[in-house]
């Protein structure tokens, strides 16, 4: 009998094998196990990616998932947090030609899904707007933006809708997202050029004058940094 | 309030779960959920334990892994055991890691010497971290391994008594891993040391959509089989005035929470009447 170490390894490798050869793969048994990981895991990712399986459908998704697994197999069993590598996995897939805007669609739900689980932080109450000038500002723990080359924002605002989207034809241009965590859920939110531009110098520790050269004189910095703190993305430190 | 039987949580449950007014109703989660940094989901569980008794299940310290538990998820359970204070923490005599990859899955091993000394050396370590007694529950299995030195049951006493454990005991999946090796569960329930039993665990299976009734799947996903109903009765006969806390596990195609509430009030009256002559006689 192999030492428990050798078993365990020769049993992972049959569970993670296209098509398991050998005593243990003929067993009727064992196709419970490969079954039951593989489930998990597809399961995992289309809750974490639910805009991309309705793009999908069950069984292409399925596939998509399956082929992801066999390439970047979780490495903890934490699966809230697994699949980080699923966006850039699709958008290498040659297959997803034909679906352009997917891989950025599967990155606006991954944003969503790190602003659901991020760490939790108090907002300190916004004094009035007008007198507000603090020197620092500070991404919530929550706060996930991004910017785009295809008009993912659009085609995921509308999966995402309860009004569903049945003449769905956005204008093929860039777009960008904020997604936020005011009070309980997450919220993505389409943004400006200036607003990703700003949230970007925020997170590299720029300081309010220093943002102010950054994005240039003719931008209204109080207008656009009271808007970002009231929708809970920036805090003043 | 003395946690008498319990269901597993489901957030589409939370309102009715916090309203239920049954004496003794407690819940479980797997903790592997709530290893996240904030938000919404760790509060609705902040708001769950402060009305209700809760329990930690974990379903990837890989106890019976051919290495120590990962220290960084035993750290993240040991921040769940402090911050939600539950009445049980339990986890299973499985594995789930290998080689740097986790497998979301109970995995089979050979109840080996080697395999006795290891687990042992793990419940060691994850106590020492906890800081408290973990329960450690019998797996579902599927596979006839060779290479056991003990029985299921001589494996877990033996737990018992090298680290101090207790046990949960999953009534279905001594069902279902009797009915798919071979063996007669009254026999493996009578072999158990009934006085480490801390908690229980009734659940659901179904036939393997290929094979039929002849490979059972502890899937969670049906109501407790009568034949599983009969287990529990003989073992809380057996266990006498001190029945252990019993959980209603349901984890897919998910009824409504009265459906659920029906099948533990259900285990909550076989737990009162344990007095009585049990029904299978």
């Known amino acids: 009998m192999p030492d428990l170490a050798q ?107 790190e602003a659901h689980l991020a760490a939790d932080r108090i907002a300190p109450r916004p004094p009035a707007a007008a007198a507000f000038q603090p020197l620092r500002l500070a991404l919530h723990p929550a706060t996930r933006f991004a910017w785009l080359e295809t008009p993912a924002v659009t085609i995921w605002l509308a999966h995402r809708s309860a009004d569903g989207f049945d003449d769905l034809a956005p204008e093929w241009r860039p777009e960008g997202a904020l997604v936020t965590r005011m009070g309980g859920a997450a919220l993505l939110q389409p943004i400006r050029r200036i607003e990703h531009r700003l949230l970007g110098a925020v997170a590299a520790g720029a300081s309010v004058p220093r943002l102010g050269e950054t994005l240039g004189r003719e931008a209204d910095l109080p207008t656009l940094i009271a808007r970002l703190i009231a929708c809970g993305a920036i805090l003043p430190v | 309030m003395i946690p008498t039987a319990g269901l597993s949580f489901k957030a589409v449950h939370l309102a009715e779960a916090l309203a239920a007014p049954a004496a003794g109703l407690w819940f479980e989660v797997h903790a592997e959920n709530y290893m996240i940094d904030g938000g919404p989901r760790l509060a609705m569980l902040e708001t769950l334990r402060r009305e209700k008794p809760l329990s930690l299940h974990g379903v990837g310290l890989s106890l019976a892994g051919a290495a120590d538990p990962d220290a960084d998820h035993l750290a993240a359970l040991k921040s769940l055991v402090r911050r939600f204070q539950p009445f049980l923490v339990s986890e299973h005599l499985a594995w789930s890691r290998s080689g740097g990859t986790a497998f979301p899955d109970l995995l089979p091993f050979a109840r080996s010497r080697e395999a006795l000394a290891r687990v042992a050396r793990n419940i060691d370590i994850a106590q020492g971290a906890l800081g408290r007694q973990i329960l450690i529950e019998n797996p579902s299995l599927y596979l006839a391994l060779d290479g056991h030195d003990w029985s299921e049951t001589d494996f877990l006493a033996e737990l018992v008594r090298r680290t101090g454990c207790r046990l949960l005991i999953d009534v279905n999946n001594v069902f279902v891993s009797a009915r798919n090796l ?47 109903w009969d287990l529990y009765a003989r073992l809380l006969a057996r266990m006498g005035a001190l029945p252990a806390p019993t959980l209603i596990e349901r984890d897919g195609d998910i009824p409504a929470f009265a459906t659920l509430m029906a099948e533990r009030n259900r285990a909550a009256a076989l737990m009162r009447h344990r007095g009585r002559a049990p029904a299978y006689a």
Request: charged fraction near 20%; include cysteine; charge should be negative.
């Open chain 2, 182 to 228: 071979g063996f007669a569960p009254e026999s493996y329930l009578d072999a158990l040391p009934v006085e480490a039993i801390g908690e229980i665990h009734l659940a659901g299976h179904k036939p393997d959509p290929a094979l039929g009734a002849a490979l059972l799947i502890d899937s969670h996903d049906a109501p407790v089989a009568d034949d599983v």
């Open chain 1, 7 to 113: 078993f365990q390894d020769a049993f992972a490798e049959a569970l993670l094998a296209p098509e398991p050869v050998g005593r243990l793969a003929r067993a009727p048994g064992f196709a419970v196990y490969r079954n039951t990981c593989a489930h998990g895991i597809v399961e995992a990712l289309r809750a974490a990616y639910p805009t991309v399986d309705c793009l999908l459908g069950e069984d292409g998704f399925t596939a998509a998932a399956l082929g992801f697994r066999a390439e970047q197999p979780p490495a903890s069993p934490v699966l809230s947090r697994y699949g980080a590598g699923f966006p850039g996995f699709l958008a290498r897939q040659p297959w997803t030609s034909e679906l352009p805007y997917l891989a950025d669609v599967a990155m606006l739900d991954r944003l969503w899904l």
